[in-house]
């Protein structure tokens, strides 16, 4: 089946790495994808902050595209899937925002696009265990923490993704690379100050810290992640925590699509583990893959 | 839940108008403080989110849309996921700030830089149909005053291929712009 791709705005900008792996990810795979044609911004966070019905009619206008491709929608970025589902959501059930979206996008829309995420396509559909057919370069020796943030999970009753306060999926898939995981951390879906990186970085900067410190006291090697504001966050803001509290973190923060993209062979390069802020060397040192 | 109302008709109208917004019920808080308990931007706030609530259920809106928690709210949604009344907290807080933009009331000092990159931000969307990030990091600097800031990330961050130099458009704004103008025509 073919879906139709959301990249969003991140992913074609500062979340690139995110991009091209997780495109990659789904050539390797032969999951097959084609962007949605004229996608727009979601309004992200504050479009809804903003005003309600402009939060929705953003995410309306692209699921109209979409449907140009395919009745299923599949998002990466965790802000956009968030957003898309929360806009198919307010369609069904509140009729005033309906009524204005529809107005201001000129199309009526029943909020009937099924909105998926390449987690939930890797877990229910394609299958683990056919998962784990195409590993061929294991990622033993590694140790990760999986760190989900708050817009896959949260408001739980609309997302369905997971277990709200300990979601599994990513570690259910990055078991079949053969990685090591962190069993129980404290703060996989606590936030991590989210679009507040540049009006109030400091708020940004303590949350990052209470993280990273978590995620290290676990002995992770590196931060999994599947949110480019928890990414950027997490991978931009580790200096300004080391200055402000005291502490010497030096964390790789990586995207799930780029671990997964490596134990399905693809080079370093592929997947962008030379984007990120911190150094991704060591974690390929080692797993003995030369960069 | 049947509520009886004590207060003035003003009061009354405010809860209401914000029960509407949430498509919820405030009434049910009862007070347990367990979405202040959890709320990671606790610190930074003047009234803890159960506070907000508290005079929502009152009706003092003026006390309510004046407070700095309400541009603080990171809208996590760990309140709302964790309420054991189920009370829609995180939209509440939501509500309350939009009563405050449409009647234009200005955010506390210590929290403008919030409204200014909500705003600078949409402007972005309205403008491209996508967000042009260095447009928009620079956009922002140069409104809240702080020309320099983070300046020393972008060099870094072009060396790593993370940012365009051109803003990449939707090819057909009109559809973008008129979302914005029947929607928020005074952005
Ligand atoms: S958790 Fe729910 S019931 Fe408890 S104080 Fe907060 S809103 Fe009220
Ligand atoms: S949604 Fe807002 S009030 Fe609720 S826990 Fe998150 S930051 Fe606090």
């Known amino acids: 089946m073919k879906y139709a791709y959301f990249p969003g705005c991140s992913l074609e ?19 097959e994808i084609q962007d949605v044609p004229d996608w727009v911004c979601c309004g992200a966070t504050p479009g809804h902050a903003y005003d309600e019905a402009l939060g929705v009619a953003l995410s309306v206008r692209t699921m109209l ?44 829309y029943a909020g009937d696009v099924e ?38 999970v949260r408001p739980p009753k609309i997302m ?34 989210a ?21 290290e006291a676990a002995g992770a090697d590196a931060l999994v992640v599947a949110c480019p504001l928890c990414q950027a966050n997490c991978d931009m803001r580790q200096g300004e925590a080391n200055q402000a509290f005291g502490e010497h973190h030096d964390l790789p923060v990586v995207y799930f699509t780029q671990l997964l993209g490596l134990a399905l062979g693809l080079s370093p390069h592929q997947v962008g583990l030379q984007r990120p802020m911190i150094s991704t060397g060591g974690l390929l040192e080692k797993l003995h893959v030369g960069a | 839940m049947v509520v009886k109302e004590i207060g003035t008709p003003e009061a009354a109208r405010f809860r209401q108008d914000i029960n509407r917004r949430i498509a919820g019920q405030v009434e049910k808080c009862y007070q347990c403080g367990k979405c202040s308990a959890g709320c990671p931007i606790a610190n930074e706030m003047d009234l803890m989110p159960n506070q907000v609530i508290r005079l929502v259920q009152i009706g003092l809106k003026d006390k309510a849309t004046h407070c700095r928690s309400i541009w603080l709210c990171a809208g996590c949604v760990t309140c709302t996921t964790r309420c054991p ?10 509500a309350v700030r939009h ?89």
């Open chain 1, 13 to 31: 900008g500062t979340a690139k790495d995110f991009g091209e792996s997780a495109r990659a990810v789904c050539q390797a795979l032969g999951i």
């Open chain 1, 65 to 108: 595209n979409a449907k140009r491709v395919s009745n299923s929608m599949m998002v990466l970025c965790a802000a956009c899937y968030n957003r898309a589902k929360m806009s198919n959501h307010a369609m069904k059930t509140r009729p005033e925002i309906r009524a204005k979206v529809e107005t201001a996008v000129g199309e009526p």
């Open chain 1, 115 to 152: 909105v998926v995420h390449l987690l939930e396509v890797l877990d229910r559909q394609y299958g683990l265990e056919n998962l784990k057919k195409k590993i061929v370069r294991p990622l033993t020796g590694l140790k990760v923490a999986c760190y989900y943030g708050c817009l896959l």
């Open chain 1, 160 to 193: 369905q993704f997971d277990d709200p306060e300990n979601p599994t999926i990513m570690e259910r898939i990055l078991a079949t690379t053969g990685v090591e995981l962190v069993e129980d951390w404290s703060h996989k879906v606590e936030c991590c100050g």
């Open chain 1, 195 to 215: 679009a507040f990186a540049m009006a109030r970085t400091d708020v940004v900067v303590r949350c990052v810290n209470d993280i990273l410190k978590s995620a």
């Open chain 2, 85 to 94: 009344q189920e009370v829609e907290i995180a939209s509440v807080m939501e």
């Open chain 2, 99 to 187: 009563v405050a933009i449409e009647e234009g009331v200005e955010p506390p000092p210590e929290v403008r830089h919030t409204a200014t990159f909500t705003e600078v931000f949409l402007r972005s969307v309205r403008r491209h149909g996508r967000i042009f990030e260095p447009g928009m990091v620079m956009g922002f600097n140069l409104r809240s005053c702080q020309p320099m800031k983070d300046a020393e990330k972008g060099p870094k961050m072009f060396l790593k291929g993370k940012l365009n130099l051109l803003p990449h458009r939707v090819k057909d704004r009109g559809p973008v712009r008129r979302i914005f103008q029947r929607l928020v025509p005074k952005l």
